[in-house]
């Protein structure tokens, strides 16, 4: 099956997909400062850069789509039906970093928390976030 989009189109929507500043990091970057946390973003000098650092706790936070890092059993990930093997080669290569970081980050002495896009949707919001409170202390 080909792509249903000219090679133009699709690299610009490739393009416009963002590795930082994404909406579901935005809203639990807010949400920890109006409750007083203060963290680091994208510490390039941990494994897997993570999303939001608290040095003190020593506890680093990633916030995963649901697409991007293969999110099992959840009714956001689905493959594309285009280039199926490349997406599944691409998808599998995400979750083989996702672990191998998390590895190294407690080998190092961090607590990892991750939480999925899907987590931070309205119905599960505020438990999710409530979670995290409770995993930050």
């Given amino acids: ?5 000219e090679p133009e189109i699709r690299s610009y929507n490739m393009s416009r997909i963002r590795g930082k500043d994404t909406k579901p990091e935005m809203l639990v970057r807010r949400f920890l400062h109006s409750h007083g946390y203060r963290y680091r973003l994208h ?3 941990l494994p897997g850069k993570p999303d939001i650092v608290f040095t003190k706790t020593k506890t680093v ?9 293969g999110h099992e059993n959840c009714r956001y990930f689905t493959i594309p039906k285009t280039r199926t093997e490349w ?4 998808i599998v290569q995400n979750r083989t970093n996702d672990l191998k970081n998390c590895r190294d ?7 990892v928390i991750t ?5 931070l949707r ?3 919001q505020s ?10 202390h």
């Avoid at 936070?61 to 890092?69: A, D, E, T, V």
């Avoid at 980050?105 to 607590?111: C, D, I, S, T, V």
């Avoid at 438990?127 to 930050?136: A, D, Q, R």
């Fill in 1 to 5: 099956m080909t792509d249903v989009h």
């Fill in 43 to 45: 510490c390039s000098d």
């Fill in 61 to 69: 936070l990633f916030i995963n789509g649901c697409f991007w890092h």
């Fill in 87 to 90: 997406w599944r080669n691409k």
């Fill in 105 to 111: 980050l407690l080998a190092l002495g961090w607590n």
């Fill in 115 to 119: 939480i999925f896009e899907c987590e």
């Fill in 122 to 124: 309205k119905e599960l």
């Fill in 127 to 136: 438990e999710t976030l409530n979670e995290l409170i409770t995993n930050l």
